[in-house]
């Protein structure tokens, strides 16, 4: 029986590695092993939760003010013993966290093939995104199968080198876990309004659905937005709750005390911004769903939103995710707190603008991803493709 393991360690990795975890699992000729380094705690066991997924290994390699040093030695510590124990026919990392990366070099001192899941994202800046464009260059050597969400990916991995047969494009997994957990609220009326209960437990007075207010969602926490970034943003945030007293400011704040720290200073006490706790999966698609704008520096709310027809604003002055920004369904306004203000006055008040996000078509799949790469490495399992 071949055996297939699952590394990974934050929250965005395991939202989209669930698709393809429960695509595995339903394969009875497979082994399928779970390993989740914790580099994101809570939020880590609060994704996989809704998708029933329990992991058989569990690193908890996350301490108090941890860096980069230390999670990258703690991960690679741990891991070595599992995987000389275990050694698996083939590891799955996903993206560019220091998982990602860390993950995969392990798996190549073990000599075990690696199989990228959305590989080829590139900035070709290796401080922005910082630490996770370097991850994901670095992960692209070290990887023996490359599944890449776009055909613009695909052509960043060859022009670095990479063969053209290690190269499949699948569409991106994030849409499956995306249409996975709306249909599950959208078919249970029971969930759905306990979802709206959770929201007004948290802090946010969440609107009738007859008649909502327009809700401005926000995330934030990139590490190259600490200090005057994040400054930056909280300024044009505060103008517009100012400014438009019918829209709501809803803020899940992330818990790095970087990003607390100016955000709580800064818009604390202000009528309809909203800070919250951050929030689990489903109630966070549910709320998404719900408003009308995304402001956010996330990579995955970049391609999940546009699924859900929500104009996106991307507080980073570049993108691994170029598409979205040619679909016309993501805009960069970077930290410059009078563009954030502009761009959003704008989605407000003209009809003809939003539309053109709103409608845009999503350029990161139909949420048919996970099948299509368990299809495609079967061709591994059968011995028919060799990296």
């Known amino acids: 029986m071949k055996h297939v393991l699952f590394i990974f360690g934050t929250r965005p990795e395991a939202i989209k590695m669930a698709p393809l975890v429960l695509r595995f699992k339903a394969e009875a000729s497979l082994k399928t092993t779970v390993c989740v380094t914790g580099q994101h705690r809570d939020m880590l066991d609060q994704v996989l939760k809704p998708f029933g997924i329990r992991p058989d290994i569990d690193l908890d390699v996350?301490?108090?003010?941890?860096?980069?040093f230390d999670v990258t030695l703690n991960i690679l510590?741990?891991?070595?013993?599992?995987?000389?124990?275990?050694?698996?026919?083939?590891?799955?990392?996903?993206?560019?966290?220091?998982?990602?990366?860390?993950?995969?070099?392990?798996?190549?001192?073990?000599?075990?093939?690696?199989?990228?899941?959305?590989?080829?994202?590139?900035?070709?800046?290796f401080f922005s995104p910082w630490p996770e464009e370097l991850n994901r260059q670095l992960t692209a050597r070290l990887a023996s199968y490359h599944f890449a969400p776009t055909e613009g990916a695909r052509q960043n991995l060859l022009k670095e080198g990479i063969r053209d047969d290690q190269i499949m494009v699948t569409g991106n997994t994030v849409i499956d876990a995306l249409h996975y957990i709306q249909d599950k609220i959208e078919q249970n009326p029971a969930l759905k309004a306990r979802l709206a209960r959770l929201l007004r437990?948290?802090?946010?007075?969440?609107?009738?659905?007859?008649?909502?207010?327009?809700?401005?969602?926000?995330?934030?926490?990139?590490?190259?937005?600490?200090?005057?970034?994040?400054?930056?943003i909280c300024s044009a945030l505060k103008q517009i709750a100012i400014e438009y007293q019918d829209v709501d400011v809803v803020y899940p704040v992330h818990l790095n005390p970087n990003v607390r720290k100016i955000v709580l200073s800064m818009l604390s006490n202000i009528p309809n911004i909203y800070l919250i706790e951050p929030l689990e999966y489903e109630p966070f698609i549910f709320l998404m769903n719900a408003s009308s704008i995304v402001v956010t520096d996330s990579g995955g709310i970049q391609e999940e939103a546009p699924s859900l027809g929500k104009p996106?604003?991307?507080?980073?002055?570049?993108?691994?995710?170029?598409e979205a920004v040619s679909a016309g369904t993501v805009r960069l306004v970077g930290t410059d707190p009078g563009l954030i203000k502009t761009v959003i006055s704008r989605l407000l008040t003209d009809s003809a603008y939003y539309a053109s996000m709103a409608q845009a078509v999503n350029p990161y799949g139909d949420g048919k991803a996970a099948n299509r790469i368990f299809e495609l490495l079967q061709e591994f399992i059968g011995g028919e493709r060799h990296a």
Request: glycine content about 8%; overall charge positive.
């Open 312 to 322: 996106v604003l991307v507080m980073r002055n570049q993108t691994e995710r170029p």
């Open 201 to 232: 437990d948290r802090g946010y007075p969440f609107p009738d659905l007859k008649d909502p207010r327009r809700i401005v969602l926000v995330t934030g926490h990139r590490r190259e937005n600490f200090g005057e970034g994040f400054r930056n």
């Open 77 to 125: 510590h741990g891991l070595k013993p599992i995987l000389q124990k275990l050694v698996p026919d083939i590891v799955f990392v996903h993206g560019d966290t220091t998982t990602t990366f860390t993950a995969s070099l392990a798996a190549f001192y073990c000599k075990i093939r690696v199989a990228h899941i959305e590989a080829g994202l590139r900035t070709h800046n």
């Open 62 to 68: 996350m301490r108090q003010d941890q860096d980069l």
